[in-house]
T-cell receptor, first 113, second 117 residues
Framework: GENVEQHPSTLSVQEGDSAVIKCTYSDSASNYFPWYKQELGKGPQLIIDIRSNVGEKKDQRIAVTLNKTAKHFSLHITETQPEDSAVYFCAAKTTDSWGKLQFGAGTQVVVTP | GAVVSQHPSRVICKSGTSVKIECRSLDFQATTMFWYRQFPKQSLMLMATSNEGSKATYEQGVEKDKFLINHASLTLSTLTVTSAHPEDSSFYIC?????????????FGNGTRLTVT
């Protein structure tokens, strides 16, 4: 089955700097890679996703890149703000997996003013 | 965007009792809903896949008689924790897909914090 590894487990950045979180996956059949942000005591919120037919996607300060050959994908947050502080999860799935996501272990991001 | 509502947000129950958690898709129909469990500072662990009109599919190691799932309509799935014990204390989160868009993103509810005393 799919195995998703996520690094780093914690990330502390100064406000205004960039944050990068990296994930690798094992199943070459995986074709959908979402990123979720989870604030304390809340459910995960989808912030961006990418499908295997594109290599990069951007939404304002957030971007995701995908390298299918190397089987890794990354989340980039630019101009970080204190409200970006949260736990971020990457995930992966295949089309025929009924929407069952395999999650990474999560990254605690702390943005310090 | 798609909204998934989960209720209650918090529940405290005594050991041996049962607790029901509801998951509703508010503005879309969901053929399939998923139930996850999350321990503190850990990732989400899929417990079961809830299919409208049929039996749920449980992940390995999840007791189907302890975690009863009912998906009675295209907008509602329930998870009942039966004969709860302190080790069942956890954060339970549901998610759902919009049926109209096939392979659409998964949207999550805000979770239910269960504490068993």
């Amino acid at each position: 089955g799919e195995n998703v590894e996520q690094h780093p487990s914690t990330l502390s950045v100064q406000e205004g700097d960039s944050a990068v979180i990296k994930c690798t996956y094992s199943d070459s059949a995986s074709n959908y890679f979402p990123w979720y942000k989870q604030e304390l005591g809340k459910g995960p919120q989808l912030i961006i996703d990418i499908r295997s037919n594109v290599g990069e996607k951007k939404d304002q300060r957030i971007a995701v890149t995908l390298n299918k050959t190397a089987k890794h994908f990354s989340l980039h947050i630019t101009e970080t703000q204190p409200e970006d502080s949260a736990v971020y999860f990457c995930a992966a799935k295949t089309t025929d997996s009924w929407g069952k996501l395999q999650f990474g272990a999560g990254t605690q991001v702390v943005v310090t003013p | 965007g798609a909204v998934v509502s989960q209720h209650p947000s918090r529940v405290i129950c005594k050991s041996g009792t049962s607790v029901k958690i509801e998951c509703r898709s508010l503005d879309f129909q969901a053929t399939t809903m998923f139930w996850y469990r999350q321990f503190p500072k850990q990732s989400l662990m899929l417990m079961a896949t809830s299919n409208e009109g049929s039996k749920a599919t449980y992940e390995q190691g999840v007791e189907k008689d302890k975690f009863l799932i009912n998906h009675a309509s295209l907008t509602l799935s329930t998870l009942t924790v039966t004969s709860a014990h302190p080790e069942d204390s956890s954060f339970y989160i549901c998610s759902a897909q919009d049926r109209a868009f096939g392979d659409s993103p998964l949207h999550f509810g805000n979770g239910t914090r269960l504490t068993v005393t």
